[in-house]
């Protein structure tokens, strides 16, 4: 077995191993990874177990046996937590006393992709030599040894795992949301039981769309990456606010009540000033991204609150986080970890936050988001041959340190490789309008020239 998907990547990628369902991610890729979780992640134990869970894609069936009888012809024992966001599996593992967790799903994919991603016994994310370790197995030991008899393993259905994940949930914060209508886009994802049913719980009058799967329409058109019919729909119904998740519910948009989207550098800037107002902003800073608007760190220098930026990619963020003793971090996409609270992001966590600072300051969420000015921005993606040699390349290199000068503290130039596509990413933030179109277009012909 290969540990290569098609196209020459690695197996696993910044979010576990993902591809294309039958041709890049198969049956037999997830036996392999199955056996291999069993041996690297769980070795210690001489009965370990796995909580499993998984999303609404139609897939996700067939590669969760696959991934059982990895599982099982190793030893181990799974308990199967069946359609579950992504980080309740991540919570259920430490809560459950498991050895690790794995979910099946590919986020904010279309249906035919899949994804397999592991949490080690505390909830978080593999570390790159772990998965560097479960790649070695899976590549270079087709036999690992199969027990006999009373040790081959077992799995057993876990039919209140949803109940313990929202209880977990409601234990941590109760904003009262009575008589509150809130529309909910559950991208016919993960979440399209347990977030009606929080919301519900803490009052709300409750308008549920996209809450209907069929293992084929997950994230199709609708949750947190396509958020104009959520929008449509909050000022049609007089709603308060909306929420869109995607399709592992792991990250979280929201609308306000006058229609406009609330993207993750509003929502990281509204918890960060409500947990400084209450003491609870450890080291009194945040953690994001490259790819955070300049708006936000206006937002957050105003407040006096210090922001660590990193690399794209919550797994990032959480290294940078953990790193600095900071416990608020995340992305512009949604992606926000309260590390108090969870190990990864999780839009469920996420929406108790920031309906809790909607709550205590009165509202509306239109109101408390105007702290973040967004600065004009441009983005355009270039089609490369080699984008690897974007660092090496002066006449770029030079390009951008002229226009870096031009823009001063009213704007900001990033040009990055993509993580996935042959692509260099132009990002250009300018108080001008016409200045950062004018600055980002060159920029991009540049790299065109040099690099296309």
């Known amino acids: 077995m290969n540990p290569e998907i098609k196209g020459g990547s690695r197996l696993f990628g910044t979010d576990g191993v993902r591809g294309k369902v039958n041709s890049e991610l198969t049956p037999e890729l997830a036996l392999l990874l199955g056996r291999a979780a069993v041996r690297v992640l769980a070795r210690e134990s001489p009965r370990p177990l796995l909580v499993l869970g998984r999303d609404t894609r139609l897939s996700g069936g067939m590669l969760e046996a696959a991934l059982v009888a990895g599982i099982c012809s190793s030893g181990g024992r799974v308990e199967l937590l069946g359609v579950i966001p992504t980080p309740a599996v991540a919570y259920l593992a430490r809560s459950r006393g498991a050895d690790a967790g794995v979910v099946i799903s590919a986020s904010h994919n279309p249906a035919e992709d899949n994804g397999i991603k592991f949490f080690h016994r505390d909830g978080f994310k593999l570390p790159d030599e772990v998965e560097a370790e479960m790649e070695r197995f899976v590549s270079e030991r087709h036999d690992f040894g199969r027990p006999r008899g009373d040790a081959v393993g077992s799995y057993r259905q876990v039919p209140d795992a949803e109940e313990e994940y929202l209880r977990y949930l409601l234990s941590i914060a109760r904003p009262d949301l009575s008589s509150l209508r809130v529309v909910v886009d559950c991208a016919h994802g993960a979440a399209y039981r347990v977030a009606p049913r929080m919301l519900e719980s803490l009052g709300a009058d409750v308008v549920c769309i996209n809450a209907s799967p069929d293992g084929l329409n997950i994230n199709r058109e609708c949750g947190s990456t396509h958020c104009s019919g959520l929008q449509r729909e909050v000022v049609e119904k007089g709603a308060y606010l909306g929420l869109a998740f995607d399709g592992d519910a792991d990250r979280l948009i929201a609308v306000d009540e006058e229609g406009h989207m609330v993207d993750g550098d509003f929502i990281l800037a509204v918890c960060a000033l409500n947990m400084k107002d209450k003491g609870m902003l450890k080291k009194n800073a945040v953690v994001t991204t490259v790819m955070a608007n300049l708006g936000f760190h206006r937002a957050m220098r105003r407040a006096d609150i210090e922001v660590h930026v990193t690399q794209v990619g919550d797994r990032h963020v959480l290294e940078r986080m953990l790193g600095e003793g900071n416990n608020l971090g995340g992305e512009q996409s949604g992606h926000i970890i309260f590390l108090d609270h969870a190990t990864t992001g999780d839009g469920l966590v996420t929406t108790l936050m920031l309906m809790e ?96």
């Not at 967004?374 to 002066?394: A, R, T, Y």
């Not at 130039?413 to 004018?438: K, Y």
């Not at 060159?442 to 790299?447: E, H, M, P, S, T």
Request: hydrophobic content about 45%; aromatic content about 2%.
């Open 357 to 452: 600072a909607v709550v205590e300051h009165g509202g509306p969420l239109s109101s408390l988001a105007r702290v973040v000015e967004k600065v004009p921005q441009l983005l355009i993606d270039v089609p490369v041959k080699e984008k690897e040699g974007l660092g090496e390349n002066k006449r770029i290199a030079e390009a951008v340190r002229v226009w870096e000068e031009k823009l001063g503290d009213e704007g900001r130039v990033l040009l990055r490789p993509s993580g996935t596509e042959p692509v260099v990413r132009v990002m250009v933030e300018a108080l001008a309008p016409d200045v950062a179109e004018q600055a980002a277009r060159q920029l991009a012909d540049l790299v065109e020239r040099e690099l296309g």
